[in-house]
């Protein structure tokens, strides 16, 4: 039963572009239209009920009913009028709190999107550094910016949408995830004039890649020996994987600057960019670098962001979700195991992904918990290392068969091959179960 979904869809395709206001969300052959949370599922409009993975695409890490606490706060701020072109004390209260328990990052500035923040983080290093050029990941991604949105290697590289100048590309640097050698090539080559490396920590919207042993400690000595800046863009791990100190706590690595979004804003809308003083006080007014927003700081997001990240921290929540994220890989280890022993089980802490890998299938099988690129693994070669190997998947099977499947069992997967699926603290132990039946129904 999906009527009241279609005739929406048939509603919004009159008013909004594909009939929706996020490309990804436009599923074959329409969406489902949320009613409403609960826990950890959602309700469409024909009151279907879905056990949910999507979890907004990562901003939701204690699922759909927000704890009281969180609810209270974010009702306060609300109704003690929606902003003010002033600044409050939430968002010291929140930048405190980040500034705490994230290693690199001293000082920040909020903004509205991940979006916003990668665009501000990659002029933030232009300006710090005097130079144009970044070198980005394939299959990376950072949200809808012009200068990310590139197709091609290396420096042949071409915007990936039309309506932005052949000219934005050419400063624009594309290198394999995971290839410490492309990467020192391009060094060698450019070094002098690469403002930035921009890298997710694990590639988390196509895959999930982990980065395999020592890949971001070469990238961090190429920037620091070329006197580039090295930027991670935490906006899909930040405050999910690794726990409080993200995921660069996790891997040990400090990047000059980090961007946030997602989790950080407690389900409304936000980023930030983050770093060491000396380069966050070149933004305006104590900088040069211009930098400005109607809505940033927002203070019923800074309260949302502020009291889940508290919650979080006093209840433990990490230890949690993170267990669970244990448990669904591992059974997805044994599902695979005994249904399609070629796929590939990904993902750290309450993030994972099955790869429809074509030529995975070894007797042994290392990982048992999602690939860590252990190089003594007997898989090592067949995981995905970068973008295009994770492309190479049967992307099509993935989308147009298991995702259906998926859905008719009552399970929510984002729709295709390369983003992450997620849980939260509302997921329980009956909800991987029933996560884990599903999968072995739909192999
Ligand atoms: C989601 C995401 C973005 C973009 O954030 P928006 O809030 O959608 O603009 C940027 N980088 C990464 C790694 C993301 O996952």
């Not at 002033?86 to 990052?105: D, G, I, Q, W, Y």
Request: with cysteine; hydrophobic share 35%; proline share 5%.
């Amino acid at each position: 039963m999906d009527e009241n979904s279609r005739a929406l869809y048939d509603r919004a395709l009159s008013v909004a572009p594909g009939g929706v206001n996020s490309s990804v969300r436009a599923i074959h052959p329409y969406p489902f239209f949320v009613e409403r949370g609960d826990g950890a599922h959602v309700i469409d409009a024909d009151g279907n009920r879905y056990l949910d993975c999507v979890m907004g695409y990562g901003p939701l890490l204690l699922g759909h009913d927000l704890p009281e606490r969180v609810q209270s706060a974010i009702q306060r701020e609300a109704a003690a009028g929606p902003m003010y072109g002033a600044p409050t004390e939430r968002e010291v209260e929140l930048a405190e709190f980040v500034t705490r328990h994230v290693p690199s990052v001293e000082m920040l500035r909020f903004v509205n999107s991940g979006t916003e923040a990668t665009v501000s983080a990659v002029r933030l290093a232009r300006a710090a550094t005097g130079r144009e050029k970044i070198v980005v990941m394939q299959g990376g991604y950072h949200g809808a910016q012009e200068s990310t949105l590139v197709a091609g290697e290396g420096h042949h590289t071409t915007p990936s949408s039309p309506g932005i100048p052949e000219s934005f590309a050419e400063h624009t640097i594309t290198v394999p995830f995971n290839d410490a050698e492309y990467a020192r090539g391009v060094f060698e080559n450019h070094g002098s004039e690469i403002a930035a490396v921009l890298t997710e920590p694990m590639l988390g919207n196509t895959g999930i890649v982990h980065p395999v042993d020592g890949y971001h400690e070469t990238l961090r000595e190429l920037c620091d020996t070329y006197g580039s800046l090295l930027i991670f863009d935490e906006v899909i791990t930040g405050f999910r994987v690794g726990g409080l100190q993200c995921a660069q706590g996790a891997l040990g690595v400090d990047p000059d600057l980090t961007t946030f979004g997602k989790i950080v804003g407690g389900g409304f809308p936000v980023g930030a960019i983050g770093g060491r003083t000396e380069l966050i006080e070149q933004f305006t007014p104590s900088g040069e670098v211009f930098q400005s927003g109607t809505f940033s700081g927002h203070p019923v997001t800074m309260a949302a962001g502020l009291e889940t990240l508290r919650y979080v921290a006093d209840e433990d929540v990490y230890e949690q979700v993170n267990a669970l994220g244990q448990e669904v890989r591992e059974g997805l280890t044994d599902v695979v195991a005994d249904r399609a022993p070629e796929y590939t089980v990904v993902g750290r802490d309450s993030m994972f992904k099955l790869i429809f890998t074509r030529d995975g299938a070894t007797d042994e099988r290392h990982c048992t918990a999602g690939c860590r690129q252990d190089e003594d693994c007997s898989r090592f070669e067949h995981c995905p290392k970068d973008g295009a190997d994770v492309g190479r998947a049967d992307t099509e099977r993935w989308e147009r068969l298991f995702w259906p499947a998926m859905k008719a069992q009552g399970v929510f997967l984002t729709p295709n091959q390369f983003e992450s699926q997620f849980l939260s603290a509302a997921h329980t132990e009956a909800d991987v179960e029933t996560l884990l039946d599903a999968y072995r129904e739909a192999l």
